[in-house]
């Protein structure tokens, strides 16, 4: 894969905010791009909080350059301090150090509601599974100095559009398994997608033929497949995240959609009321809420949600998701009987689900692990690569704007400042000391990040 296919392929993993509701030439490449331009409209233009898609506080922060102040959480202080290197994670910001965005507020700083969540509740609930005895979350507070060439434009990675680029990667390294691996790797892929026909089928005649299914059958049919393809508890996930988000209508939801913030505590809220052990090892391929407790499970979570309105909305939105993430641009599949099960033959039509079930499929397989830092590694470079072509210093999760926001590890004469921070009784964060730390472009191993393990660094994001 050269240069050129490299780059097109990280252009496409991202959304371009301020351009994505500007239409463009009509085309029959792409058969999705009615109904993409479609969805957008009706997420901006037929939802409660539909306009923070557009216009929100960390899209007025990206644009309005200067400095960045944010917030980042470790529990690994001593450590990381010891050593002076601070190493960015993998997970839906690719190679970045996972932050959130803090405000300026009188002599200290607000902390972004997901900010909030992630310091107060997710990373002590953490700790007290996993944490060493005496440890607790520190919060960090990074100042980025943007310089004049900072592309100010809003584009955010989309880890969902991935698929095409753990294809490749795997491609280019999978020599480093013998052949009876390969071999084993791809008949375990194939047999996976093979049998998950009928859910793929039904997105596809959701999709492309407008086929009417009752919410119930479908998730239910979701819920049997998740366990034979896990990239559908990511989408899964972020369709339930983003429906929440988008609809509710809650005096909290309000509040922080006046200050131009989404309310992350309801998909957070959501995700560890079903799944309390995710506050330990962190894993959304397992992400599959029973379907006949959705209901519960959401009223829990946000009483001024319609529940009957939200499961057609999945039915929907999730379909969509899998036919615009998961299967090869510009293909159409049709004619399931006659596909062959081959792996070759299936990437021409799967390529981006069959490269989200190797990038999964790798973390246990065989001798891969060892490996594996490097499959992400490389990763890294190429998404490190991309950004540093395009000036970008602070990319963040483009799969909606929520508020997560990594800082860029490789970007040259990256400028910035970090201080150890405390807490006052109003919620607001001081800089109490100056930290000589300094962040060094290699992934830490997946086995050390926060949410896996309880050793020397970051918090990977929650799409980890």
Request: a negative charge; hydrophobic letters at 40%.
């Amino acid at each position: 894969m050269d240069f050129i296919d490299a780059y097109q392929q990280w252009a496409d993993a991202h959304v371009f905010y301020g351009t994505a509701h500007i239409p463009g030439p009509a085309t029959h490449a792409d058969p999705l791009a009615d109904r993409a331009a479609a969805w957008e409209a009706r997420l901006v233009e037929e939802t409660p909080n539909g306009r923070l898609l557009r216009h929100n506080a960390l899209f007025d922060a990206l644009t309005r350059g200067g400095k960045l102040h944010l917030l980042h959480v470790t529990h690994a202080l001593e450590q990381i301090s010891e050593h002076g290197i601070l190493y960015p994670s993998g997970g839906c910001l690719v190679g970045s150090i996972y932050c959130a965005p803090l405000s300026v507020s009188g002599s200290g700083f607000r902390m972004h509601n997901l900010a909030a969540y992630v310091l107060t509740k997710e990373a002590p609930a953490f700790v007290a599974k996993v944490g060493e005895p005496g440890s607790a979350p520190t919060p960090l507070i990074f100042e980025v100095n943007l310089p004049p060439q900072a592309y100010r434009g809003l584009a955010g990675v989309d880890y969902l559009r991935l698929g095409s680029i753990h294809l490749e990667i795997y491609r280019r390294l999978e020599y480093l398994l013998s052949k009876a691996e390969r071999h084993q790797l791809r008949e375990t892929i194939v047999s996976r997608t093979k049998n998950s026909t009928a859910f793929l089928a039904l997105t596809a005649a959701i999709v492309y033929q407008s086929a009417s299914v009752r919410p119930e059958q479908f998730l239910r049919l979701l819920d049997e497949t998740i366990p034979r393809l896990p990239i559908l508890g990511y989408l899964y996930f972020e369709a339930l995240a983003e429906y929440l988000m988008l609809h509710s209508t809650t005096a909290q939801t309000k509040e922080r959609a006046e200050r131009g913030e989404f309310n992350n505590w309801l998909y957070k809220e959501m995700l560890f009321e079903s799944f309390p052990h995710m506050s330990g090892k962190f894993d959304l391929a397992k992400f599959r809420p029973s379907p006949s407790e959705l209901d519960s499970l959401i009223a829990r979570i946000d009483h001024t949600i319609d529940t009957g309105h939200a499961r057609a909305y999945l039915t929907e939105r999730i379909s969509f998701l899998v036919a615009a993430r998961l299967f090869t641009p510009g293909e159409v599949p049709e004619a399931w009987h006659h596909t062959r099960w081959e792996f070759d033959s299936l990437s021409g039509q799967f390529g981006p689900l069959l490269g989200h079930l190797i990038h999964r499929e790798l973390r246990t397989f065989g001798r891969y692990p060892d490996f594996y830092f490097y499959f992400d590694q490389h990763k890294a470079l190429q998404a490190w690569n991309y950004w540093n072509h395009m000036d970008i210093v602070t990319p963040f999760n483009g799969t909606i704007p929520k508020g997560e926001i990594g800082i860029n590890p490789a970007y040259p004469e990256l400028d910035y400042r970090i201080w150890r921070a405390e807490q006052d009784d109003t919620g607001r964060l001081h800089p109490a000391e100056q930290l000589d730390l300094t962040i060094a472009p290699r992934l830490v191993d997946i086995k050390y990040t926060l949410m896996r393990n309880n050793q020397w660094t970051e918090p990977a994001t929650a799409a980890a």
